[in-house]
């Protein structure tokens, strides 16, 4: 019960900032480079069951759809890595064994595994690794059967070069997760 808690209570304490980001922003637009195409990643409902596709913009570009997949679970998340074929590029998405569907804000990337995190990273061919600077967004839109469907969005950071940034979007369709024990 103790973990429920503090999952409501920090999806709680999520929405509370989102909703404290979104209620004066005046400042200029992000630049188009920092900024998810509009026409990025299809709805989940589009993609093939088993599927995922996703659009990395800004410092690299690169667009995948199906290739490589990987889904492991640690005692206290699951780990969906999607690759584009050949691991050229890959996006990782780290979430609690129990997140519902609906939307969920994405934290800021740490390499602390703490129960309950939702967070992202993305590794690039040419030695980068991005990781979610200031969060995102992961919408699990359903969850049957062990499998998952949703979409996703961040921006981030090389932390080798914090000046090279990306903004990074996709979906997934009726991804298998690990049964968990």
Request: negative net charge; hydrophobic residues 40%; proline residues 8%.
């Amino acid at each position: 019960m103790r973990t429920r808690q503090w999952s409501f209570l920090l999806a709680l304490l999520g929405c509370l900032c989102l909703l404290a980001a979104c209620s004066g922003n005046t400042g200029p637009a992000p630049s188009p480079s920092a900024t998810p195409s509009s026409t990025a990643s299809p709805p989940p409902a589009t993609l093939e069951a088993g599927s995922f596709r996703y659009e990395i913009h800004g410092a690299v570009e690169r667009t995948a759809e199906g290739g490589e997949r990987s889904n492991n679970t640690s005692p206290w998340e699951h780990i969906l890595l999607f690759g584009e074929k050949g691991w050229k590029s890959d996006v990782t998405l780290y979430f609690p064994l129990d997140l519902g569907t609906g939307p969920h804000v994405m934290d800021a990337f740490t390499e602390l595994v703490t129960e309950g995190r939702v967070s992202a990273s993305s590794a690039i061919d040419n030695g980068h690794v991005f990781y979610a600077e200031a969060g995102g967004s992961l919408a699990i839109e359903f969850l049957v059967d062990g499998k998952l469907s949703g979409s996703f969005q961040f921006n981030a950071v090389d932390r080798a070069d914090p000046t090279s940034r990306v903004s990074v979007s996709g979906s997934f369709r009726e991804i298998p997760l690990p049964i968990v024990p």
